[in-house]
Nanobody, 121 residues
Framework: QVQLAESGGDLLQAGGSLRLSCAASGRIFNIYHMAWYRQAPGNQRELVAQITSGGLTNYADSVKGRFTISRDNAKNTVYLQMNSLKPEDTAVYYC???????????????WGQGTQVTVSS
């Protein structure tokens, strides 16, 4: 089994910065893509940013130029640096990873428990 543990959520004012972290632990053979999603009240969960094992990144249009996703493969950790935060960035942020637990098993999708980010105006 694999666990994803997020940290870094906080309450802050618009224009501020925050860095989220997500560490994967457990039975890990290989981690393919890692990503951050978010879900605001009444909204569907949406992709914020994604990064492949090779470092290729993809961002939602709403966060391009403000957020940066990165990963440390040695630590099985993904980060989300969020700058110039806006009230509309308020949401629960979830870590997601596609993980292969052994050579002989198929990769499975895992989610963290979520961390709250609240941006006040």
């Amino acid at each position: 089994q694999v666990q994803l543990a997020e940290s870094g959520g906080d309450l802050l004012q618009a224009g501020g910065s925050l860095r989220l972290s997500c560490a994967a632990s457990g039975r890990i053979f290989n981690i393919y893509h890692m990503a951050w999603y978010r879900q605001a009240p009444g909204n569907q969960r949406e992709l914020v940013a994604q990064i492949t094992s090779g470092g290729l990144t993809n961002y939602a249009d709403s966060v391009k130029g403000r957020f940066t996703i990165s990963r440390d493969n040695a630590k099985n950790t993904v980060y989300l640096q969020m700058n110039s935060l806006k009230p509309e960035d308020t949401a629960v942020y979830y870590c997601n990873a596609l993980v292969k637990e052994s050579f002989s098993t198929a990769a499975s999708n895992y989610w963290g428990q979520g961390t709250q980010v609240t941006v006040s105006s």
